[in-house]
Protein backbone atom coordinates (compact mmCIF):
# COMPACT_ATOMS: atom_id res chain seq x y z
CA UNK A 1 0.00 0.00 0.00
CA UNK A 2 2.52 2.43 0.98
CA UNK A 3 4.27 1.93 -2.22
CA UNK A 4 0.87 2.45 -3.96
CA UNK A 5 1.05 6.12 -1.80
CA UNK A 6 4.55 6.73 -3.23
CA UNK A 7 3.45 6.43 -6.93
CA UNK A 8 0.85 8.46 -6.60
CA UNK A 9 2.37 11.14 -4.56
CA UNK A 10 4.72 11.15 -7.71
CA UNK A 11 2.34 11.18 -10.37
CA UNK A 12 0.33 13.68 -8.77
CA UNK A 13 3.43 15.99 -7.60
CA UNK A 14 4.62 15.83 -11.52
CA UNK A 15 1.25 17.37 -12.57
CA UNK A 16 1.42 20.26 -9.88
CA UNK A 17 4.77 21.28 -11.06
CA UNK A 18 3.46 21.85 -14.93
CA UNK A 19 5.53 18.99 -15.88
CA UNK A 20 2.60 16.93 -17.53
CA UNK A 21 1.79 16.69 -20.75
CA UNK A 22 0.63 20.07 -21.61
CA UNK A 23 2.95 21.23 -19.58
CA UNK A 24 0.65 24.04 -17.97
CA UNK A 25 0.10 25.76 -14.96
CA UNK A 26 -3.36 26.75 -13.08
CA UNK A 27 -4.81 29.33 -14.53
CA UNK A 28 -5.03 32.81 -12.10
CA UNK A 29 -3.01 34.14 -9.69
CA UNK A 30 0.08 31.82 -7.83
CA UNK A 31 -1.69 31.29 -4.38
CA UNK A 32 0.63 30.41 -0.76
CA UNK A 33 -1.58 27.36 -0.06
CA UNK A 34 0.35 26.30 3.33
CA UNK A 35 2.90 27.09 5.46
CA UNK A 36 4.32 24.25 7.04
CA UNK A 37 6.56 23.96 9.85
CA UNK A 38 8.33 20.76 10.02
CA UNK A 39 11.44 18.40 10.43
CA UNK A 40 14.51 20.20 8.07
CA UNK A 41 15.63 16.69 6.78
CA UNK A 42 14.11 13.36 6.26
CA UNK A 43 14.35 10.97 8.88
CA UNK A 44 14.63 13.88 11.64
CA UNK A 45 14.65 13.80 15.51
CA UNK A 46 10.75 14.05 15.77
CA UNK A 47 9.21 13.44 12.30
CA UNK A 48 6.89 16.38 13.13
CA UNK A 49 4.43 18.70 11.15
CA UNK A 50 2.11 21.63 11.32
CA UNK A 51 0.38 23.87 8.64
CA UNK A 52 0.15 27.27 10.12
CA UNK A 53 -2.74 28.04 7.72
CA UNK A 54 -4.75 24.76 8.57
CA UNK A 55 -7.01 26.60 10.99
CA UNK A 56 -10.70 25.62 11.99
CA UNK A 57 -13.23 25.85 9.56
CA UNK A 58 -10.12 26.41 6.58
CA UNK A 59 -10.59 23.92 3.47
CA UNK A 60 -7.27 22.49 4.81
CA UNK A 61 -8.61 21.34 8.16
CA UNK A 62 -9.62 17.41 8.54
CA UNK A 63 -11.56 17.98 11.94
CA UNK A 64 -14.69 16.30 10.16
CA UNK A 65 -17.96 15.40 11.84
CA UNK A 66 -17.33 11.49 12.92
CA UNK A 67 -18.83 8.78 14.70
CA UNK A 68 -19.43 4.69 14.71
CA UNK A 69 -20.75 5.39 10.81
CA UNK A 70 -18.32 7.59 9.79
CA UNK A 71 -14.61 7.04 10.74
CA UNK A 72 -11.42 9.19 11.06
CA UNK A 73 -9.16 8.04 8.33
CA UNK A 74 -5.24 9.88 7.53
CA UNK A 75 -4.41 9.89 3.70
CA UNK A 76 -0.57 10.48 4.64
CA UNK A 77 2.08 9.22 7.34
CA UNK A 78 4.78 11.21 9.37
CA UNK A 79 8.23 10.22 8.75
CA UNK A 80 6.57 6.34 8.29
CA UNK A 81 3.99 6.73 11.31
CA UNK A 82 0.42 6.97 11.45
CA UNK A 83 -0.66 10.02 12.81
CA UNK A 84 -3.26 10.55 15.39
CA UNK A 85 -7.08 10.76 13.71
CA UNK A 86 -8.79 9.81 16.53
CA UNK A 87 -12.70 10.15 16.75
CA UNK A 88 -12.94 12.82 20.16
CA UNK A 89 -16.06 14.86 21.30
CA UNK A 90 -17.90 14.09 17.73
CA UNK A 91 -14.57 15.54 15.67
CA UNK A 92 -11.52 13.79 13.61
CA UNK A 93 -8.35 14.61 15.19
CA UNK A 94 -6.15 17.02 12.62
CA UNK A 95 -2.45 16.00 13.46
CA UNK A 96 -1.05 19.31 11.30
CA UNK A 97 -3.61 21.97 12.95
CA UNK A 98 -2.03 25.18 13.27
CA UNK A 99 -1.04 25.56 17.15
CA UNK A 100 1.78 26.05 18.72
CA UNK A 101 5.01 25.49 16.26
CA UNK A 102 6.88 22.24 16.72
CA UNK A 103 10.81 22.83 17.72
CA UNK A 104 12.92 20.06 15.87
CA UNK A 105 16.73 19.81 17.14
CA UNK A 106 19.57 19.49 14.82
CA UNK A 107 20.29 16.02 16.29
CA UNK A 108 21.06 14.11 12.81
CA UNK A 109 24.33 16.27 12.05
CA UNK A 110 23.21 15.94 8.80
CA UNK A 111 24.56 18.53 5.89
CA UNK A 112 21.66 21.27 5.40
CA UNK A 113 20.16 20.65 8.80
CA UNK A 114 20.86 23.93 9.88
CA UNK A 115 18.51 24.48 12.95
CA UNK A 116 16.41 21.18 12.86
CA UNK A 117 13.10 22.91 11.63
CA UNK A 118 11.89 24.05 8.64
CA UNK A 119 9.17 26.49 6.83
CA UNK A 120 7.90 25.72 4.05
CA UNK A 121 5.84 28.50 2.24
CA UNK A 122 4.12 25.99 -0.45
CA UNK A 123 2.09 27.32 -3.59
CA UNK A 124 0.09 25.59 -5.79
CA UNK A 125 2.33 26.10 -8.90
CA UNK A 126 6.32 26.79 -10.26
CA UNK A 127 7.57 30.05 -9.56
CA UNK A 128 10.09 31.62 -12.43
CA UNK A 129 13.83 29.91 -11.80
CA UNK A 130 15.06 33.31 -11.83
CA UNK A 131 13.84 33.90 -8.73
CA UNK A 132 15.76 34.88 -5.63
CA UNK A 133 14.43 33.27 -2.35
CA UNK A 134 16.65 35.09 0.10
CA UNK A 135 14.83 38.63 -1.20
CA UNK A 136 11.62 37.56 -1.42
CA UNK A 137 11.16 35.31 2.17
CA UNK A 138 12.69 36.41 5.50
CA UNK A 139 11.77 35.47 9.21
CA UNK A 140 12.12 38.08 12.12
CA UNK A 141 12.44 37.62 15.70
CA UNK A 142 9.76 39.33 18.30
CA UNK A 143 12.09 41.88 18.51
CA UNK A 144 11.87 42.71 14.90
CA UNK A 145 15.27 41.42 14.07
CA UNK A 146 15.73 39.48 10.70
CA UNK A 147 17.00 35.83 11.77
CA UNK A 148 19.78 34.14 10.50
CA UNK A 149 19.33 31.57 8.35
CA UNK A 150 18.94 30.32 4.36
CA UNK A 151 16.27 30.45 1.93
CA UNK A 152 15.64 28.42 -0.96
CA UNK A 153 13.44 26.93 -3.40
CA UNK A 154 12.27 23.66 -3.72
CA UNK A 155 10.57 23.17 -6.87
CA UNK A 156 9.58 19.44 -5.91
CA UNK A 157 5.84 18.19 -4.43
CA UNK A 158 2.29 18.41 -4.50
CA UNK A 159 0.66 20.85 -2.92
CA UNK A 160 -2.25 18.63 -2.18
CA UNK A 161 -1.24 15.42 -1.73
CA UNK A 162 1.47 13.31 -0.07
CA UNK A 163 2.31 9.43 1.13
CA UNK A 164 4.18 11.38 4.20
CA UNK A 165 4.53 14.63 4.64
CA UNK A 166 8.43 14.83 6.33
CA UNK A 167 10.08 11.85 3.25
CA UNK A 168 7.89 13.73 0.92
CA UNK A 169 7.04 17.05 1.90
CA UNK A 170 4.33 19.52 0.20
CA UNK A 171 6.00 21.52 -2.32
CA UNK A 172 6.83 23.86 -4.61
CA UNK A 173 8.21 26.10 -1.98
CA UNK A 174 10.25 28.46 -0.70
CA UNK A 175 12.10 27.43 2.19
CA UNK A 176 13.41 28.87 4.92
CA UNK A 177 15.99 26.83 7.69
CA UNK A 178 17.49 28.89 10.74
CA UNK A 179 21.04 29.03 11.20
CA UNK A 180 20.20 28.01 14.93
CA UNK A 181 17.54 26.66 16.48
CA UNK A 182 14.31 28.37 16.82
CA UNK A 183 14.05 28.91 20.67
CA UNK A 184 11.20 27.83 22.55
CA UNK A 185 7.83 30.32 23.62
CA UNK A 186 8.97 32.93 21.36
CA UNK A 187 6.79 34.63 18.39
CA UNK A 188 8.25 35.00 15.24
CA UNK A 189 7.15 36.43 12.05
CA UNK A 190 7.47 35.18 8.52
CA UNK A 191 7.48 37.79 5.32
CA UNK A 192 7.19 37.96 1.83
CA UNK A 193 7.45 40.48 -0.18
CA UNK A 194 4.63 39.94 -2.42
CA UNK A 195 5.45 41.87 -5.63
CA UNK A 196 8.77 39.73 -6.45
CA UNK A 197 6.52 36.57 -6.35
CA UNK A 198 4.88 35.95 -9.99
CA UNK A 199 3.86 32.30 -11.56
CA UNK A 200 5.86 31.67 -15.04
CA UNK A 201 3.50 33.64 -16.43
CA UNK A 202 3.95 36.98 -14.93
CA UNK A 203 0.57 36.31 -12.68
CA UNK A 204 0.55 37.50 -8.88
CA UNK A 205 0.63 36.32 -5.79
CA UNK A 206 -2.04 35.90 -3.80
CA UNK A 207 -3.14 34.21 -0.16
CA UNK A 208 -4.88 30.78 0.31
CA UNK A 209 -8.14 32.51 -0.30
CA UNK A 210 -7.12 33.79 -3.29
CA UNK A 211 -6.69 37.41 -2.98
CA UNK A 212 -4.01 39.42 -4.41
CA UNK A 213 -1.39 40.27 -2.06
CA UNK A 214 0.18 43.74 -2.32
CA UNK A 215 2.84 44.60 -0.51
CA UNK A 216 4.56 42.25 2.23
CA UNK A 217 2.46 38.90 3.60
CA UNK A 218 3.05 38.12 7.07
CA UNK A 219 1.92 35.32 9.13
CA UNK A 220 3.18 35.13 12.77
CA UNK A 221 3.37 32.14 14.93
CA UNK A 222 4.71 30.92 18.21
CA UNK A 223 6.87 28.25 19.14
CA UNK A 224 5.86 25.54 21.34
CA UNK A 225 7.36 25.23 25.21
CA UNK A 226 10.95 23.68 26.15
CA UNK A 227 10.36 20.15 26.65
CA UNK A 228 12.61 16.84 26.98
CA UNK A 229 12.90 14.89 23.75
CA UNK A 230 13.29 11.04 24.37
CA UNK A 231 14.13 10.83 20.83
CA UNK A 232 17.27 12.77 21.63
CA UNK A 233 17.95 11.82 25.15
CA UNK A 234 20.75 9.68 26.38
CA UNK A 235 20.01 9.58 29.72
CA UNK A 236 16.34 10.02 30.81
CA UNK A 237 16.53 9.80 34.28
CA UNK A 238 12.35 10.81 34.41
CA UNK A 239 12.46 6.73 33.49
CA UNK A 240 13.92 4.08 35.42
CA UNK A 241 17.16 1.98 35.12
CA UNK A 242 19.54 4.77 34.23
CA UNK A 243 22.72 3.44 34.55
CA UNK A 244 25.82 5.33 33.75
CA UNK A 245 29.67 4.58 34.54
CA UNK A 246 31.77 6.43 37.08
CA UNK A 247 33.66 8.65 34.67
CA UNK A 248 30.20 9.54 32.05
CA UNK A 249 27.87 12.21 32.32
CA UNK A 250 24.23 12.58 32.03
CA UNK A 251 22.66 14.17 28.86
CA UNK A 252 19.43 15.21 28.45
CA UNK A 253 18.33 16.28 24.88
CA UNK A 254 15.18 19.12 24.10
CA UNK A 255 13.47 20.95 21.38
CA UNK A 256 14.88 24.04 21.49
CA UNK A 257 18.03 25.49 23.36
CA UNK A 258 18.45 25.83 27.09
CA UNK A 259 20.19 28.82 28.55
CA UNK A 260 23.32 28.88 30.52
CA UNK A 261 21.07 30.12 33.75
CA UNK A 262 19.93 26.44 33.95
CA UNK A 263 20.80 24.57 37.27
CA UNK A 264 20.82 21.09 38.70
CA UNK A 265 21.70 19.20 41.83
CA UNK A 266 21.87 15.81 42.71
CA UNK A 267 22.31 14.08 45.95
CA UNK A 268 23.69 10.33 47.11
CA UNK A 269 21.90 9.04 49.88
CA UNK A 270 20.85 12.37 50.99
CA UNK A 271 23.98 13.69 50.85
CA UNK A 272 24.47 16.36 47.77
CA UNK A 273 27.11 15.94 44.98
CA UNK A 274 28.26 18.94 43.50
CA UNK A 275 27.42 18.79 39.58
CA UNK A 276 27.89 21.30 36.77
CA UNK A 277 25.17 21.46 33.68
CA UNK A 278 26.20 23.01 30.23
CA UNK A 279 25.49 22.74 26.91
CA UNK A 280 27.59 19.82 24.58
CA UNK A 281 30.47 21.11 22.89
CA UNK A 282 31.83 17.61 22.35
CA UNK A 283 35.00 16.34 23.00
CA UNK A 284 37.39 19.41 22.04
CA UNK A 285 36.70 23.06 23.37
CA UNK A 286 37.41 24.21 19.70
CA UNK A 287 33.58 23.37 19.32
CA UNK A 288 32.18 25.80 22.08
CA UNK A 289 31.79 28.34 19.94
CA UNK A 290 29.07 26.35 18.49
CA UNK A 291 27.95 24.46 21.64
CA UNK A 292 24.53 22.82 21.25
CA UNK A 293 22.36 23.85 23.61
CA UNK A 294 19.59 21.60 22.50
CA UNK A 295 21.52 18.85 24.59
CA UNK A 296 22.58 19.85 28.14
CA UNK A 297 25.20 17.45 29.83
CA UNK A 298 25.52 17.21 33.58
CA UNK A 299 28.76 16.02 34.84
CA UNK A 300 30.49 15.28 38.86
CA UNK A 301 32.51 17.83 40.08
CA UNK A 302 34.71 18.66 42.45
CA UNK A 303 35.25 21.15 45.14
CA UNK A 304 37.24 23.62 42.76
CA UNK A 305 34.26 22.66 39.96
CA UNK A 306 36.24 20.43 37.22
CA UNK A 307 34.84 17.72 36.11
CA UNK A 308 35.30 14.51 38.00
CA UNK A 309 34.35 10.65 38.95
CA UNK A 310 30.70 9.73 39.87
CA UNK A 311 31.32 7.49 43.28
CA UNK A 312 29.50 4.27 43.15
CA UNK A 313 25.48 4.50 44.46
CA UNK A 314 21.80 5.77 43.48
CA UNK A 315 21.77 8.91 43.02
CA UNK A 316 18.40 11.37 42.30
CA UNK A 317 18.72 14.62 40.10
CA UNK A 318 17.07 17.36 39.53
CA UNK A 319 16.62 20.23 37.00
CA UNK A 320 15.31 23.71 36.22
CA UNK A 321 15.99 24.31 32.77
CA UNK A 322 15.80 27.51 31.39
CA UNK A 323 15.23 28.25 27.67
CA UNK A 324 17.28 30.36 26.00
CA UNK A 325 15.76 33.79 25.05
CA UNK A 326 13.82 33.59 28.35
CA UNK A 327 10.82 31.33 27.16
CA UNK A 328 10.14 30.13 30.30
CA UNK A 329 11.54 26.65 31.76
CA UNK A 330 10.63 23.57 33.04
CA UNK A 331 11.43 21.46 35.59
CA UNK A 332 12.15 17.90 35.38
CA UNK A 333 13.71 15.20 38.22
CA UNK A 334 14.78 11.62 38.50
CA UNK A 335 17.07 9.40 39.46
CA UNK A 336 20.58 7.31 38.09
CA UNK A 337 22.64 4.56 38.79
CA UNK A 338 26.49 4.71 38.85
CA UNK A 339 28.22 1.55 38.70
CA UNK A 340 31.23 -0.82 36.99
CA UNK A 341 34.49 1.49 35.58
CA UNK A 342 35.40 3.21 32.95
CA UNK A 343 36.10 2.00 29.47
CA UNK A 344 37.83 3.08 26.84
CA UNK A 345 36.54 4.94 23.70
CA UNK A 346 33.25 5.38 25.66
CA UNK A 347 31.45 7.97 24.09
CA UNK A 348 29.29 9.12 27.26
CA UNK A 349 32.75 9.65 29.22
CA UNK A 350 33.11 13.13 30.25
CA UNK A 351 36.46 13.24 28.23
CA UNK A 352 34.00 13.47 25.12
CA UNK A 353 32.20 16.09 26.13
CA UNK A 354 34.31 19.05 27.73
CA UNK A 355 33.19 21.51 29.50
CA UNK A 356 33.66 25.10 27.83
CA UNK A 357 36.22 27.53 29.70
Known amino acids: MQSKLLALTFAVSVA?????????????PVKLVRIMVQDSQPFGARGVAMDLLDTPGSPLSTAVACDAAHQCASTYLLQQAAPDVSCNAGACNDPIAAGL????????GRQGEAGGTQLRLVFNKLLPSTIAPSDVLEVDD???????????WDPS???????D?????????LVFKPTAPFQASMQYTIKVNAQLVTDREGNPMADQNGTIVAGTFTKSFTTESLALLPQTTLTDVTKSAVTIAPDDILQLGFNAPAAASTAC?????????????????????????AANATFLDIVAVDGTGAPTDW???SYTVSCTVDALGGGGSTMLSGTFTVAGSAQAGDPQSRTQHVVCP
Open 311 to 313: AAG
Open 16 to 28: AVGCGSDNTDPAG
Open 265 to 289: TASLGGTPVPVKAYADAGASTAGCA
Open 165 to 173: LILIPYGPA
Open 157 to 163: GSPVVSS
Open 142 to 152: AAGNRVAGTAT
Open 101 to 108: APLVPPAT
